[in-house]
């Protein structure tokens, strides 16, 4: 619905009223020059590239699929099939009829967590079994100075790999380096130089390398002590960002962390304060390798003295849909606090909001309090979301479209079935038949996972990672699971030039090691990217360039 760039030929949505986020967005990008400037900050323009011979899914509103699309100063200025001969200096490059799809916009992630991991976090979402997690922490380990630490810390589970089950302490010692993995649930691994490491600063750690319960949090927190400091959380960072832009992921929007200002041993705790440094250091050495989105995430409890502690404080000195197209802020969430006091200083601010819903119960609360503050302080227009809905029948989506809002959905593939239920939700069957705005999220980063095509797997065949059906009859096509991840993702991060492939927008793509839309359910979640663009930048180069 915005338009920075002046280009024409795109739609605007005029259907709401401008919001006071649309003037400091305007504001915030000529400030901080980001009107047309595609380039990394201190670094030239990226190169004009001819893509020819591709099957380039557009999801533009025909869903078109065409083969050749131009890049020119970081945008695409011509997507079709019979482009007139560019210029001498843009680069041909024949992708021999390999799958193209627009860069993945996850809806809502922990990335940020993930960046401020202690150790050389080394996330392993893309291996299955056990002798590849271990060959890719031994790969890994050519890159790190002997005696420092290896961790996979959140998104990794025991389900993810065939053995069902996480790496032993025997296996781990294959790897010459301290290794620590630990997983969003079911506790962490040590190999014997890392239980060593361990032990002597107090944690107690099994003959097998097992660590639990409340060792856990002390393992953890030793860990942050000794291993963050500016330089290592900004290293991470920029890994982080880097590992999800070679599975096809441009933009993240980041909901946040449990506030926790001392270093914590919590999977979910960082300072909220101080977490977004080091991808602020990335984007001031021009280094970001991928678009961050930053929501913020408040935790005031209702009837607090004095009101909104910290909620208030941010709606009064700081900027909604602020920075550049490299980073830029949100509103108020995942949790928004404060209970309907707070819904209503954020609707009266003119803010975004967004809390998560993990049951009926929850959802329904979330409604009526919404319902409550929309009757004194109208919500449309402000689009204010609520996230992974696992239990949610159509009268809700009728009540929260009828407010202006959208939900975010994914979010299943650790998601086990009960004996008495096997249909956990989200409905997104129901969902992609209703009208109320949708989009994809993974919520990946300290609880599950945020690749993608683990998610999208999930979303197609109900499956989880160890193989047991949970959608019922709410499953989706690859190409709906597709669509929410890009083009419906626009609504989310209310940016209109990203999420599809068409002239005008930001050069964000992804070409693909295999044809997604036609593999094997086996192949399927095995997708990776070959070549990652990012308004025309190369953030993940496999040999395509
Ligand atoms: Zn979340």
Redesign the pocket.
């Known amino acids: 619905m915005e338009r920075l760039d002046g280009e024409a030929g795109k739609e605007t949505d005029m259907s709401e009223k401008p919001t006071r986020r649309q003037f400091l967005g305007r504001a915030g990008a000529i400030a901080l020059g980001g009107l047309a400037s595609t380039k990394l900050p201190g670094q030239t323009a990226p190169a004009d590239l001819m893509i020819v011979n591709a099957r380039i899914h557009t999801m533009d509103s025909g869903n078109r699929i065409v083969s050749q699309a131009l890049i020119q100063n970081g945008r695409f200025t011509a997507v079709g099939d019979r482009l007139p001969t560019p210029p001498r200096n843009v680069r041909r490059v024949d992708l021999k009829g390999k799958t193209v799809i627009p860069g993945i916009i996850d809806g809502?992630?922990?990335i940020v967590l993930v960046g401020n991991r202690p150790g050389w976090n080394t996330p392993l979402e893309h291996v299955f079994t056990i002798p590849d997690a271990i060959a890719a922490l031994k790969a890994r380990s050519a890159e790190v100075p002997a005696g420092e630490i290896i961790s996979t810390v959140g998104p990794v589970s025991a389900m993810q790999f065939a053995e069902r089950r996480l790496p032993s302490l025997a296996e781990l010692d294959a790897v010459n380096r301290p290794v620590y993995i630990q997983a969003a649930q079911g506790g962490a691994r040590a190999n014997s130089q890392c239980k060593a490491w361990l032990e002597t600063r107090g944690v107690t750690v099994g003959a097998d390398g097992a660590i639990a319960g409340r060792d856990l949090n002390a393992a953890l927190l030793a860990l942050r002590k000794e291993l963050l400091n500016a330089q290592t959380r900004k290293r991470g960072a920029h890994d982080a960002l880097r590992y999800y832009a070679g599975l096809g992921i441009t933009t993240h929007r980041d909901?946040?962390a449990f506030h926790s200002e001392a270093l914590s041993g919590g999977l979910a705790n960082e300072n909220t304060y101080t977490m977004h440094d080091p991808f602020l250091a990335l984007h001031r050495e021009g280094r970001m390798p991928a678009r961050l989105r930053i929501e913020f995430l408040h935790q005031d409890p209702p009837n607090a003295n004095p009101p909104l502690p910290t909620l208030s404080q941010r709606l009064k000195n700081s900027f909604p849909f602020f920075g550049d197209e490299w980073i830029r802020t949100g509103g108020i969430g995942?949790f928004t606090g404060g209970g309907t006091e707070g819904l209503r200083a954020i609707a009266r601010a003119g803010w975004r909001a967004e809390d998560?819903a993990l049951n009926l119960a929850m959802v329904t609360k979330l409604i009526q309090d919404r319902e409550t503050v929309n009757a004194e302080i109208p919500l449309n227009g402000l689009r204010w979301i609520i996230?992974?809905v696992p239990e949610f029948p159509p009268d809700l989506a009728n009540r929260m479209d009828a407010m202006g809002m959208g939900v975010l959905i994914g979010w299943g593939p650790l998601r086990t079935p009960t004996p008495t239920n096997a249909n956990l939700g989200p409905p997104y069957r129901m969902l992609m038949n209703h009208k109320i705005h949708k989009g994809y999220?993974s919520?990946g980063?300290?609880?599950t996972l945020i690749n993608p095509w683990l998610n999208f797997s999930t979303m197609t065949t109900g499956l989880n990672l160890a193989g047991q059906q949970i959608l019922g009859d709410q499953k989706i096509s690859r190409q709906e699971a597709l669509w929410l991840a890009t083009a419906a993702n626009k609504w989310f991060i209310e940016e209109d030039d990203l999420g599809s492939i068409e002239t005008g927008n930001r050069a964000d793509l992804a070409v693909l090691d295999r044809d997604c839309f036609t593999v094997s359910d086996e192949d399927f979640r095995r997708t990776r990217s070959l070549l990652t663009l990012v308004g025309g930048n190369a953030v993940h180069n496999d040999g395509v360039l």
């Open positions: 809502h992630n922990h909901c946040g995942e998560h996230s992974h999220h919520d980063g300290d609880i």
